[in-house]
C-alpha cells in the first residue's frame, strides 16, 4: 500500500514539474494578440511602467464602455487603467487587481458593481485558479503557433494601448431612460460566493494600501433600485465605499437617446465623457494623486493623449474642456 502511494505521489510530481515547464513555454511573451495573448486591452496594463498607475478600474464592458483614462490624465494628470473583459466576473476582477499589484501600486481599486451578480460556480472558480498557477491549463492552443520567441525565459510586453483600457464608439441608439430602474423584475440576490469574494477583494487591497471603491455605471438595462438597494447593504456591512451613478441624475444627467451606443445597456463616448468629468472631479477633490503631466517619466501618457485626440477627431467626436 505505501509503496502505491509513493508512486501515485511521484507521479503527481513528475506531472505538476511537466506542466509547471510547458506553461512557462506555452505563456504568452508579448502582450499582443498574435502571440497567443487574451484579453489584450485588460492585459496591456502590464507594458506599463512600473509603478506610474494610480487608479485600477477592473469590471465588465460598463466599465470600459464608460470611463476615459485619457480625459482622466488631460484634465488632471493621474493615471487610471480599465482593466475590464466582457462578461468579467469577480475571480476575474480579483485575478487583473493581482497581476496589476505585481508591478503596481495603484492607491484606489474601482469594482464596477454589474459582475457581482454575475454567478460563478465553484469549478470556474477552481479552474481560473489552476489557471494561475499552472498557465498551460489556459493557453494549451498555443503549441499550434508556437515560435523561437517562446524559448526565450523573459517576457517583453511591449504594446502598449493608448486607450488605457477604454472602448470608444460614437454610435448613437436611444433608450427610453431612466423609467425603467423603477424595477426590471430582476433578480436582485447577490449570490454568497460573490460577497465572500468582494470581501476578499477588499482585503487584499488593503494589504497593498490601496482603497477599494464600488462602482455603478449608468446602465437601463441591467440596474434598478432593487439591485441598489443591495449593493448598498454589501457595502455597509464591509465598510466599502459605494457610488452608483444611475442615481446621480442631476450630477451626471445622461441623456438616454444621445448618450448610450446600444438602447440603455452601455454608455457612447458622449455619455462616457459625463462619467468621466463626474469620477475625475471625484478622484481629484480626494488630494491622493499628484499631477504627473510634466514627469518625463510619463511621456507615453502624452503620447497617449494624442493617439485618443486624433481618434476623436476622426469620428467627429467632442471632448471635455
Given at each position: 500500500m505505501k509503496i502505491k502511494i509513493l508512486k501515485v505521489v511521484c507521479f503527481n510530481l513528475i506531472l505538476l514539474a511537466i506542466l509547471a515547464v510547458l506553461s512557462h513555454y506555452l505563456v504568452p511573451k508579448n502582450n499582443l494578440s498574435k502571440d497567443g495573448m487574451e484579453?489584450?486591452?485588460?492585459?496591456?496594463?502590464?507594458?506599463?511602467?512600473?509603478?506610474t498607475i494610480d487608479i485600477l478600474v477592473v469590471g465588465d464592458s460598463e466599465a470600459y464602455t464608460s470611463i476615459i483614462p485619457m480625459e482622466i490624465w488631460k484634465k488632471y494628470g493621474f493615471t487610471s487603467y480599465v482593466c475590464g473583459t466582457?462578461?468579467?466576473v469577480l475571480p476575474d476582477s480579483m485575478y487583473f487587481t493581482y497581476k496589476t499589484m505585481l508591478t503596481q501600486k495603484p492607491k484606489i481599486v474601482i469594482l464596477e458593481a454589474d459582475n457581482i451578480y454575475k454567478t460563478v460556480d465553484v469549478n470556474d472558480s477552481f479552474e481560473r485558479l489552476i489557471n494561475i498557477v499552472l498557465p498551460v491549463t489556459q493557453y494549451h492552443d498555443r503549441w499550434k503557433t508556437i515560435n523561437k520567441n517562446d524559448f526565450k525565459h523573459e517576457v517583453d510586453y511591449r504594446f502598449i494601448n493608448d486607450l488605457k483600457g477604454y472602448d470608444f464608439s460614437g454610435k448613437i441608439a436611444e433608450s427610453d431612460g431612466y423609467n425603467k430602474l423603477a424595477g426590471l423584475g430582476m433578480d436582485n440576490t447577490i449570490p454568497n460566493s460573490n460577497k465572500i469574494y468582494v470581501k476578499l477583494l477588499k482585503k487584499y487591497c488593503e494589504s497593498h494600501n490601496a482603497e477599494l471603491i464600488i462602482l455603478?455605471?449608468?446602465s437601463t438595462v441591467n440596474w434598478d433600485y432593487e439591485k441598489?438597494?443591495?449593493i448598498q447593504k454589501l457595502a455597509d456591512k464591509e465598510k466599502i465605499e459605494y457610488i452608483d451613478l444611475n442615481i446621480l441624475r442631476d450630477e451626471i444627467n445622461i441623456d438616454w437617446k444621445k448618450d448610450t451606443r446600444d438602447g440603455g445597456d452601455h454608455l457612447n463616448h458622449s455619455g462616457a465623457l459625463k462619467v468621466t468629468e463626474f469620477l475625475g472631479k471625484y478622484?481629484?477633490?480626494?488630494?491622493?494623486?499628484?499631477?504627473?503631466r510634466n514627469d518625463k517619466h510619463y511621456k507615453t501618457w502624452d503620447k497617449g493623449l494624442k493617439h485618443?485626440?486624433?481618434l476623436l477627431e476622426e469620428n467627429n467626436a467632442c471632448t471635455s474642456k
Open positions: 484579453d489584450v486591452s485588460a492585459n496591456s496594463i502590464m507594458a506599463e511602467k512600473e509603478n466582457a462578461a468579467q455603478s455605471t449608468p441598489h438597494n443591495e478622484l481629484y477633490n480626494k488630494n491622493m494623486f499628484k499631477d504627473h485618443y485626440e486624433h
